[in-house]
């Protein structure tokens, strides 16, 4: 920090000798007085005059004043158009990022003194010129380092979260993409300042830039040049301001970047604006199925999940489970939009009454993060690190339309972060998620999932990341809401133990399809499919004899659904027959409950 401040100090000498100069200027800079024509360094003129008289000190202290105040103009603009521009390509992706993308690319490789001798050359010399020729040639480099940022962020699992908890496109680039990608360029503007400025002295050097009689570096290192031999002192103070502030600069730059790249004036980013309360749209009718998904069917454009359809009823606990690729998150993720933007999904899914596919990005935000809200493996990514939790989940509240005046908004926020488990809520809030341990995180997510009271929580893999006794709590947990607060939850996993203390039902998944569906005890009893009765195999389940050798399943999963016509599992089944590789097997009622499904045609593992 010491040596940051220390690098940062002839800038900042410049800066704050440009701001004063009127105070600390001994004379008028452009004051000629030809009968003290070029004399050298004295008592009266600390760095003497030139040839028209006029006082060099005061000449460089407006010189910085012109340079910084050229340079900062330079740099708001350029900083302005590159990020948002950048931001935006990298929000879109897609055809409308290659477009910008090309554009960007173009500008970052024409030479940026040609582009401003050309503009400075059609439209006459003069400061607003300058500035205008200076912001063409910089703002390229922005837009690309903010597009790199927020193309690197669009997938994450912050951003779903966002777009689950109901913000809208603009908020999410305003107050999520904009931050982190204003960061980096900070950095860049910081090595940026010494280009400038050595931009505007040449220009002004090649008579195009700042024009005579206003004192300008570069202007001055002009009329000092016939004099170099003869009167030093006009050349030399002119040429070591730019030199040291084109180090200062970019020694700052290399400094700032080998940090963290984060601004310290970022850490005071905090949300402002409030969100105006939208309607909600009809809640579901009363009745049993609280959602329902019916022949799911995903690609990318290569199918990944097909004819997967399952039902979650008030008050029950639906765990879908597979090994890792088999198609879970996809399936429970799709009904809500909250896929990449290039999945296609067909088929149908009504929450209550009301059709989830094909809504508008309003409809769903009147759905997401109310009606239903969402847990992810991975709190740390789904958790903006700049926020505390009290904005966290104050934002989920006012997203709900829950929120009212600041106080009010953060007793809500205190009230779900008690019914989490959470102990001294107040003080939580002010922490940061960093601060936090896994198991907190994963109850912060659950806070942030409540916050709009939903029907239905999906929680995709809440566990996979604890340890065994922080998992059995939050399940424990997750229990507890379900018991009280009457939720239908879906939960994913590949951990049939982990669900098995908490489902009602259970999905089985392989391979982009379900291959077993039932009452939980029923499945795990009396499992349907050989792939089930593997999965069985491979885990510890409550009751099992002491010392029983847990067995693994022989080779990998299934690529995806398509992949034959046959089974997918079946070169891995130990019962396979010839027609197994032949026919696709499809989902069928088993005798022993109505509800308990197999897609298996030996009939049953
Ligand atoms: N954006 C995407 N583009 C292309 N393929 C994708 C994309 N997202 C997921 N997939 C593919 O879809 C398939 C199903 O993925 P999904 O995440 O639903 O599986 P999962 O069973 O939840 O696995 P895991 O437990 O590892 O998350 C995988 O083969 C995955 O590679």
Request: net charge positive; glycine share 10%.
């Amino acid at each position: 920090m010491t040596r940051t401040v220390l690098v940062a100090l002839p800038l900042v000498v410049f800066a704050i000798a440009g701001l004063l100069a009127p105070v600390l200027a001994p004379v008028d800079p452009t004051a000629v007085d030809l009968a003290a024509s070029l004399l050298p360094p004295s008592a009266d003129h600390p760095l003497g005059t030139d040839q028209l008289g006029r006082d060099q000190l005061s000449r460089i202290l407006y010189g910085a004043q012109i340079s910084l105040a050229v340079t900062a103009a330079v740099l708001t603009i350029s900083l302005t158009v590159g990020v948002i521009t950048g931001t935006i390509a990298g929000y879109l992706g897609g055809r409308a990022d290659r477009v910008i993308s090309r554009v960007v690319d173009m500008a970052v490789s024409l030479p940026g003194m040609l582009v401003a001798l050309a503009v400075i050359g059609v439209r006459g010399p003069g400061v607003v010129n300058l500035i205008i020729a200076m912001s063409l040639w910089a703002w390229a480099p922005y837009a690309r380092i903010a597009r790199a940022r927020v193309a690197g962020l669009r997938g994450s699992p912050h951003l779903d979260a966002l777009r689950l908890l109901g913000a809208s496109p603009a908020r999410v680039i305003g107050r999520h993409l904009l931050p982190p990608a204003l960061a980096p360029c900070l950095v860049y503007a910081s090595t940026d300042v010494g280009s400038i400025v050595l931009g505007v002295a040449t220009l002004s050097f090649l008579g195009l830039g700042i024009p005579p009689p206003y004192a300008e570096w570069g202007q001055m290192l002009i009329e000092g040049r016939p004099y170099l031999a003869s009167a030093w002192w006009l050349a030399y103070p002119p040429g070591i301001a730019i030199t040291a502030v084109v180090f200062a600069s970019n020694l700052l730059g290399e400094r700032l970047a080998g940090d963290d790249e984060r601004p310290s004036i970022l850490r005071w980013v905090r949300p402002t604006a409030r969100r105006r309360l939208a309607d909600h749209v009809p809640t579901a009718a009363e009745g049993d199925v609280v959602l329902s998904v019916q022949d799911l069917s995903v690609g990318y454009p290569q199918r990944v999940v097909a004819e997967v359809s399952y039902e979650v009823r008030r008050g029950q606990v639906l765990a879908i489970v597979g090994e890792s690729g088999s198609g879970k998150t996809t399936s429970v993720l799709a009904p809500f939009g909250l896929l990449d933007p290039s999945a296609v999904a067909t088929g149908s899914a009504t929450l209550g009454s009301g059709e989830l596919m094909g809504l508008t990005p309003h409809e769903r935000r009147l759905v997401n993060g109310r009606r239903v809200g969402v847990v992810f493996q991975d709190s740390l990514a789904v958790l903006n690190p700049l926020r505390t939790i009290g904005a966290h989940v104050d934002e989920a509240v006012r997203n709900a339309g829950r929120g009212g005046r600041r106080a009010a908004t953060r007793r809500v926020t205190e009230e779900l972060l008690r019914l989490v488990g959470l102990p001294d809520p107040a003080a939580l809030a002010r922490q940061f998620p960093h601060q936090l341990s896994g198991g907190m995180r994963q109850r912060v997510q659950i806070a942030i999932a409540l916050a709009g009271e939903p029907e239905l929580l999906v929680a995709d893999e809440p566990t996979s990341a604890l340890d065994v006794t922080v998992q059995a709590q939050l399940l424990d947990l997750l229990g507890r809401l379900r018991d009280e607060l009457s939720m239908s939850m879906i939960v994913v996993s590949h951990d049939l133990a982990v669900v098995s203390r908490l489902a009602d039902s259970v999905a089985v998944m392989y391979a982009g399809r379900i291959v077993e569906s039932g009452p939980l005890t029923t499945v795990i009893n009396d499992p349907g499919h050989p792939y089930t009765r593997g999965l069985l195999d491979a885990v510890p389940l409550p009751g099992a004899v002491p010392g029983t050798r847990f067995r693994t399943m022989p080779g990998r999963p299934g690529a995806g659904p398509d992949d034959s016509s046959g089974c997918a599992f079946a070169p891995r089944c130990p019962i396979a027959v010839t027609a197994c590789t032949n026919d696709r097997p499809v989902l069928k009622v088993l005798t022993s409950a109505a509800t308990h499904r197999s897609a298996c045609s030996r009939g049953g593992a």
